[in-house]
């Protein structure tokens, strides 16, 4: 469990990988554009530079969101003694919000094991007629 | 009998195209794949029911195709008339606008459980890995001569995400909607077939029998404050995924808050299903065979294959790429699930992962990059619409 | 003291006119046949309190009524300013444009059962039969000096089905549409009046006590071809059903798909239950006295009520005729049922063929003809669009 | 079971039979006119052709669809050899998407078994308190 | 590299405003209220997400707020260019031409039993009593500058119903819909913290000791008849009531109809979660720090405290009132329901009624004023509309 | 029971209450405006008179509603013996139209019956792969 998410070590690689990404893609738009037929050379010089800016962000935020993650459990525990966790948030069953169809199971448990109480009481007159 | 004459002339029989009756067969073919291979049913069926009912020629003067759009027209007098739009228009209007996507977003954070990604934070990197697919797909379509706005519309395929894709067409190329759109729609159903040859020819065996540790268990704190703190994080560097991200992390606050639970099933169930047969039938509707059958669409449909390929590729790789700096090993299989195509790439790295070792259960390891996938593929629209914007 | 006496004038007791006061009346009526005879509720209590809200009097200057639409207004200086509308105009805007009913439609499909018509394959022509109620409706209303497309509106009545009148309404005579909406919801929910006497007069006691063989069982297969053939098929001939039979069939394949239930479920209860709401209530509320209350409301309802009556004739006839060609004779009294007007028709056609012999029971065979109906009259209803449009 | 469309003879006597219809229609048209007071001959004429045209569209799109659903069991059963029937849509029961409700029904049924399991092995002290 | 240093320029970090984080805080600490407190979580929760999306900074030339709406351009030509608003702007416009709120009032009504009101009729004059808070707001709100329409709009807060106060915002005042929509949230949300000093210093321990008699059986059909009956008397003297009380009384005649239960479920789960939705994260998001941190939204703040506290004295106090001539005396706690904000008030009652006597059960009476609160504060909406309209 | 809404002495109270409220409300209004610095007198006696009109109307509504509330008990028992209660209010439970949950619930106690039934009969063999 411990170490799971060296942070500094990937953290570090994952910067260099990625501005490594860049300077490639950049070299790239200044290379490829001849062999392109009739593709001038400023546009895949943006375009080159538009993807790379793309991957660039998508990776940064990932990252962070990643970091964010990774932290999340050592700031809760650290702020724990200030803000305990409420005790209904492990009542939420209970929540009278609770769906519809709830009353409707509740009702059939309840037919059910009226049926049943009547069966073993040997009282099954009018249950037929019930529904 | 002359009006009868006349009728018939009108009828579809009379002015049916080849491209029609293709674009028909093509709408059976999907509700068939889906019927019979259980691909993407919920958009398939709907998509290829659309493209059936939008294929049928209609006559002259009547208002009944998803182009047939309100217009205003100004009187000599200063008056402005409102002619009224086709009823397939109206409901094509939320997918024109982009209102459709962030909706089924809001119905799909409601119905997804992040846990597996909170107790396993680096996988998230491999949801930004796959999204090279997007990237690259739109250095093609500029390669092959389309504009920036068009290659960005296009690149988002590799984000293998409708929702995300037929948003960001409808804002960046709304002239390619309908292909994009179906490119998406067939690859996602496709993903079966597509990825695992690629994740074979990339992978070891070794690699493949890699088995993962137990994710820890997540409480319910974390989960409650990851919608709110994510959505900062991720928009706050890229606005243009405000709509979509907001409204997914929104969905997933009304389920993990334990106090809406109501809203949140209901955004989950009734809502969500609403829109996706009035997206996925007015979609298929827009394939109209004038406007979809044309060389931009094929080489659409040939870029999305590229897209998915190298967006697996890219999951696969840097998956293996991580390995190196890891204890912990990654199952190299779980970087394909970073393509999203929610949940059907987490199934694939399943069943290819037990094609090797029938007791290693990597799905719930493969849900982790697959939901970063579609935070990485809303990530990467909201930079191509901000970038290629104005 | 003045603001008080400025306002009590202008409440609605002080302007309430006769007329107003006799549609409250109608909408009561409504309410309490739904409530005492069961009569079409799920529609009458919409359409009911509808018109009871219509026809409060309002205050001079408020935006009120379903009439109330949005304005554009141009400037001098090119500027285009949006003058919204009353919140009941942008709820009867699904009604005005035709969008309610194909969405009903979807939401019917997704609810019925096409076994019994398949089984039963030479009952579907009852169904056509029927529609003669449709043409000779249009014939009188023409005869009364109804324009073409007036008439063309008021025939749909003898459709028997609700969302096929308004759409055609909508888009053929709006200015009627809340008359053919009444009329044709009146008479279907007054079905189980209307229809005996006929089929009884029409019918010996032979025929009545005529038994069908049971249908044999449709395969799941046969089910999921249907509603895409059935589609081709019936709209290749009529484009102009096209939005009504799409979305009917889609909703049916929907069903039959077998992969797409959640969809189904939810067209077949949230989706169409909240555009019922809004269609009968919105419908409801436009029958404003001024102007419903007119000598053509009249005409129309009694044109609807002899639609109705020639309907059933059509149907219970052609059964008889088409016994003169069969070896396994047809009930002709299950020809009633081709009117549409799912299910009550059925049901009368049950309860007319018990009242003879209890022990037959023609529900089952009904309902073939009875859907029958249904497809029928959105052809009837496309044809007439199409001949009646530019 | 054979025999029961007797599509040949029947779809000759409604082909005759519809364009009879037609005829008497259009002779009803060039007749009538005189007897509708104020209307005028031609949008008389007009209407009957409209309203023909109409009965006869319908009928015609009917019939095909009959003739196609009697046709389908057949066509079916030709191509069975070629398209078998999937075995999977025999198991639609078990289909993940199966409604919500499903799985509180599964909980009531279960609920009321445990129950019952409880009370016939005679320790009926905690489910009272369950829900 | 020019381009991801333009596009960092663009991000939301640099172009956040202090004003845009503290409506962040705000949201977040609405989503924490809802969590931790359970104060209306079902509004609470979307309003606080809405809160944070709308102020996240968003990219010049991007159309993400609400407030980029739809737009008209006229051409020389007389072409007229319909220019798309965003995505939220189309989720918004069912607030700001106060759709939204009568569909919630038709959920409301559906989901609502008068029986108590039935069996207690002279309880209803409690709910009239506490409106009291609205008309001392409205003058409150002239005292302070605001014009007569404003002045209407903040009033409406003291009744404590957010549908009606939206409603009455966006017709009379759109321009403070969020600050008034917040407001009225936040205190209704508040109500167990400000309702019970004041109900405790305005009675005494016998008055809050006082056990009111069980309430009689309401009969089926007196459900029935009463949707009807009380929308003819509320509407005819207050017409500028009709969509309110008429969408309410509508749900609620579903309910009680007994033969309409589907369409009363749906009224009162799917339709009511859906508009839930929309609307209360549209509000939000309309709270952009620019326009809502202003001196006039901390004046409608003030006076929307002060607003509740007296709808909630003069409920207390009437109650007090009524007891110097009836023989069955009615415990005054049960006035403070009088105020509307179903149910949270009632709960009040019956909690303070407890603290007192812990065998004494309010709850029921306390419904009584609750919902007469509710038509109340409707019939004052429509008055003050009718009145300062035109 | 009876007495207990003495309509016509309290209704005698209410209407005198708000006539006085008003005139206190139009004696203020003419009183008020030279405290409230910087303010039309105009302006605040428009303001004072639209909100005792509003709150007049408020009451004249709500007394109205109540008035016929408590009478419409006993106008139905005078109306009982012309318009009888039908019965078939009673059976709503009945009605086709009860939502679509219902199945699913009688399926499920269908289902524990039958599993009851097998159980105490003994043949406990196949239920276990009905679902
Ligand atoms: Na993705
Ligand atoms: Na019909
Ligand atoms: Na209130």
Redesign the interface.
Same mark, same amino acid.
């Given at each position: 469990?411990h170490?799971?998410?060296?942070s500094t &070590?990937?953290c570090d690689? @994952?910067v260099t990988?990625i501005l490594d990404c860049?300077d490639l893609m950049l070299f790239l738009a200044t290379f490829w554009p001849a062999s392109?037929t009739?593709?001038l050379a400023q !546009?895949?010089s943006?375009? !080159?530079?538009?993807?790379? !800016?793309?991957?660039?962000?998508? +990776?940064?935020?990932?990252? @962070?969101?990643? @970091? +964010? &993650?990774?932290s999340?459990?050592k700031v809760?525990a650290f702020i724990e003694p200030w803000f305990p966790?409420?005790s209904?948030?492990?009542a939420?069953t209970a929540?009278p $919000?609770?769906?519809?169809?709830?009353d409707?199971?509740?009702?059939?448990?309840g +037919?059910?094991?009226h049926? $049943?109480i009547m069966n073993q009481t040997g009282s099954t007159g009018s249950t037929g007629t019930q529904? | 009998m002359d009006i009868l004459f006349n009728f018939l002339n009108t009828t579809g029989f009379a002015s049916m195209t080849f491209g029609n009756a293709i674009m028909i067969v093509i709408g059976i073919s999907f509700i068939i794949l889906a019927i019979r291979k259980d691909y993407e049913p919920l958009l398939l069926v709907p998509i290829g029911m659309g493209a059936i009912v939008g294929n049928i020629p209609v006559i002259e003067g009547m208002s009944l195709s998803v182009y047939d759009e309100v217009k205003y027209i100004a009187g000599d007098d200063g008056s402005i008339t409102y002619v009224p739009g086709s009823v397939l228009s109206y409901l094509y209007f939320g997918v024109k606008q982009g209102i459709y996507p962030p909706l089924i977003f809001l119905g799909i954070g409601a119905m997804t459980d992040f846990s597996t990604m909170l107790s396993n934070p680096k996988l998230v990197l491999l949801g930004a890995a796959a999204q090279i697919g997007v990237f690259a797909t739109f250095l093609g379509a500029i390669a092959l001569g389309f504009s920036f706005s068009e290659a960005g519309a296009i690149g988002i395929i590799g984000g293998a995400d409708g929702p995300t894709a037929i948003f960001l067409a409808a804002k960046l190329a709304p002239h390619l909607l309908g292909a994009i759109a179906i490119a998406a729609y067939s690859y996602m159903a496709l993903v079966p077939v597509i990825q695992p040859p690629i994740m074979k020819l990339l992978t070891t065996r070794e690699e493949r029998l890699i088995r993962m540790k137990a994710p820890r268990k997540v409480s319910k704190r974390e989960k409650m404050i990851f919608p709110v703190a994510a959505f900062l994080i991720t928009t706050l560097i890229a606005p243009g995924a405000i709509v979509l991200l907001g409204m997914m992390f929104f969905g997933n606050l009304l389920k993990e808050s334990l106090v809406t639970e109501r809203l949140a099933v209901t955004a989950r169930t009734a809502l969500i299903d609403i829109i996706t047969i009035l997206l996925g039938f007015s979609v298929g509707a827009s394939t109209q065979a004038d406007t979809f059958l044309t060389k931009g669409s094929l080489l659409i449909f040939g870029l999305g294959a590229a897209s998915f390929a190298v967006a697996t590729a890219g999951g696969v790789l840097f998956a293996k790429f991580m390995n190196l700096f890891l204890t912990d090993k990654i199952n190299p299989l779980v970087g394909a699930a970073g393509v999203s195509a929610v949940p059907d790439s987490a199934r694939v790295v399943q069943m290819v992962g037990q094609q090797e070792d029938p007791h290693n259960f990597l799905l719930m390891h493969a849900m982790a990059p697959n939901v970063a996938g579609v935070v990485g593929s809303a990530v990467a629209a909201g930079v191509l619409w901000a970038v290629l914007t104005g």
């Open positions: 469990m170490r799971r998410w060296q &070590i990937l690689l @994952l990988l860049i392109v009739g593709l !546009t895949w943006d375009g !080159t530079a538009i993807a790379a !800016t793309g991957l660039v962000i998508v +990776f940064a935020v990932l990252v @962070l969101l990643s @970091l +964010f &993650i990774a999340l459990p809760l966790q409420p209904h948030l492990h939420e929540h $919000e609770s769906q519809l169809p709830d409707e199971v509740i009702a059939a448990i +037919f059910v094991l049926t $049943e529904k | -």
